[in-house]
């Protein structure tokens, strides 16, 4: 069973910077993309950045030039560095990967949605 456990949420102020981790673990053949997601109270759950195995990115406007995505193949991780962080940035953050396993016994391959528990990025003085 494919898992992910994240890392990194906390408290901190304005302008400040966080950074977060997430680990995938389980019988992987590849992980073609990886993702942040964050959900606010009373807000939809957003995309925040992605990458996939090549180290192409993409980012959400609102984290543009503030926040940077990474990867690590080798080591199945993924981080997001958070810098310049605001009140608005404060939410739940969902690590997600799409992962290409193997069908026990059948020999063929398919991508699965995983996602990590979450976790909670506060942004306040």
């Known amino acids: 069973q494919v898992q992910l456990v994240e890392s990194g949420g906390g408290l901190v102020q304005p302008g400040g910077s966080l950074r977060l981790s997430c680990a995938a673990s389980g019988v992987i053949f590849s992980i073609p993309t990886m993702a942040w997601y964050r959900q606010a109270p009373g807000e939809q759950r957003e995309l925040v950045a992605e990458?996939?195995?090549?180290?192409?990115?993409n980012y959400s406007d609102s984290v543009k030039g503030r926040f940077t995505i990474s990867r690590d193949n080798a080591k199945k991780t993924m981080s997001l560095q958070m810098d310049d962080l605001k009140p608005d940035d404060a939410a739940v953050y969902y690590c997600y990967a799409k992962v290409r396993v193997l069908i026990g016994g059948t020999g063929t391959y398919t991508n699965v949605d995983v996602w990590g528990q979450g976790t909670l990025v506060n942004v306040s003085s």
């Open positions: 990458v996939d195995h090549y180290g192409d990115s």
